[in-house]
């Protein structure tokens, strides 16, 4: 198992248009997370799930936002019409106990 | 939600110096951990503490819960400690509460 896995690593996209990032958890992590981090600042919590029920979210994971987990295994996190502000580094993490670990994000540019 | 306190918010080091970086927080913590994020974006897990002291190599960290604090403790630091470190931590939901991180850099 080579740890978490995210895909992309970057993305450009124009303003207006919908992403999707895709997160692949360590195999028998049960609880995945997502968070969003800025330059400068701490990752803030976005959602998370135990095996396929979401079951916390985040304030900041307004309606343009989507998250699945579908077969509580890998984890698709959907920004429809995305703005200016969302440009940031969209971090998955998963963990089986209490620790977490990370995958290397996604960096999400808005044009 | 909890907040977390991180400082100093930068520190530079000659390289083989020890330093301190503590993490104050406003509640109860169920799970506290302590992770180095690499100049690359890599975020990886040093600690697990909500409580007690660990130590692993040249790494070492303390909670004191009941005081609301945890200090990481980095001896004869290497110029690969650099990084920004953050404390992370959830009181009774699952939701993980970061600092803003200590930025770190030693240099040769």
């Known amino acids: 198992d080579t740890g978490v896995s995210q895909d992309p690593r970057h993305k450009i996209t124009k303003r207006g248009q919908n992403v999707t990032f895709r997160c692949d958890p360590i195999s028998e992590h049960n609880r995945l997370y997502w968070y969003r981090q800025t330059l400068g600042q701490g990752p803030e919590f976005l959602t998370y799930f135990q095996n396929e029920a979401q079951l916390e979210k985040s304030r900041l994971l307004s309606d343009r936002f989507s998250a699945e987990r579908p077969k509580g295994s890998f984890s698709t996190l959907e920004i429809q019409r995305t703005e200016q502000g969302d440009s940031a580094m969209y971090l998955c993490a998963s963990s089986l106990n209490d620790r977490g670990t990370f995958g290397s994000g996604t960096r999400l540019t808005v044009v | 939600g909890i907040q977390v306190e991180q400082s100093p918010p930068d520190l530079i080091l000659q390289e083989g110096a020890n330093s301190t970086l503590r993490c104050n927080f406003s509640d109860s913590v169920n799970n506290l951990q302590w992770f180095h994020q690499n100049p690359w974006g890599q975020l990886i897990n040093l600690f697990y503490i909500p409580s007690g002291t660990k130590q692993n190599g040249r790494l070492s960290a303390t909670t004191v819960a009941t005081e609301r604090y945890s200090l990481l403790y980095i001896s004869s630091s290497q110029t690969t400690d650099s990084g920004v470190y953050f404390c992370?931590?959830?009181?009774?939901?699952?939701?993980?509460?970061f600092g803003t991180g200590t930025s770190l850099t030693v240099i040769p």
């Open positions: 992370a931590l959830s009181g009774t939901g699952n939701q993980f509460y």
